[in-house]
């Protein structure tokens, strides 16, 4: 099977989601409760295991006080 060709993004995405939940000062399990998932979902995003749906990027986006677009700017920023 051949691998994600966005493989990169997705566990930059999740580094920089722990990043800032750490910041706001918010568990995996309350990130988990605010988005309505379960608490291994949020592990998995944050060890770049796991792609993530647009609603779910909106979810954690707005329980981690930052824009989608901001969020997603920030994954393509650094790789610049």
């Known amino acids: 099977m051949e691998k994600n060709k966005y493989e990169l993004e997705i566990v930059r995405l999740g580094i920089l989601i722990k990043e800032l939940r750490q910041k ?8 988990s409760t605010l988005c309505n998932v379960d608490v291994r979902t949020i592990q998995r995003i944050e060890k770049g295991e796991q792609n993530i749906s647009i609603s779910l990027l909106f979810s954690i986006a707005d329980a981690l006080k930052i824009e989608s677009a901001a969020l997603i700017s920030k994954i393509f920023l650094e790789n610049s």
């Open 24 to 31: 706001e000062s918010i568990t995996q399990e309350q990130l």
